[in-house]
């Protein structure tokens, strides 16, 4: 049994997420959304920030149903300015509604999880990384997901936010192959929704 990936520290929140949630391939267009707004949000800060405020922020954005946030306006952004629980960042609150409604385009088209899944041909990639110092902080698939994100409309998307929300929702799995996960992770593969 080899450890844990490194950058999971000591703190039961982080360990958890990494032995039960991170890379674990996520299907769900709705579920997918929400990993990507909290990336952008992280974006200066630490990931441990986010997930320690992740209650509040499902809270305060209505559970991340895009399909609320998408109606949400001018009042909307100052009670969430206002609300000491999550990241206080009027760029990310706005590019949050602007990105439900960014969501909503591309749900109705063919939805959210095909327009993500498809960049990998419906299969987690399965990278063989020995150390932390291996693994990219953004690739050239990266690159073109935030592009075509940003061309749908969506903010806080870049090429680095793409890589780390790809690896947090299985589209790829980062483990450390000396780490428990790597295995379990690459076990939990199925065949991509009927299309």
Known sequence: MGERCGWAGSEQIYTDYHDTEWGVPEYDSCALWEKLILDGFQAGLSWITILKKRDNFRE??????????????????LRLLGNSGIIRHRGKIEATIGNARAWQVIE??????????????????????????DVPTQTALSQQISKDLKKEGFRFCGPT???????A????????????????VAAMERPFRAL
Not at 60 to 72: E, K, S
Not at 108 to 117: M, V
Not at 161 to 167: D, P, S
Not at 169 to 184: A, M, Q, R, Y
């Open 60 to 77: 305060a954005f209505q559970g991340f149903d895009p399909n609320i946030i998408a109606g949400w306006g001018e009042e909307d952004v």
């Open 108 to 133: 109705a088209r063919e939805g959210f999880d095909h327009f993500l899944w498809k960049y990998v041909n419906f299969k987690p990639l399965q990278n063989r990384w020995e150390t932390l110092d």
């Open 161 to 167: 936010i793409v890589y780390a929300f790809m690896e």
């Open 169 to 184: 929702c299985g589209l790829i799995n980062d483990h450390l192959v000396g780490c428990p996960c790597h295995d379990k």
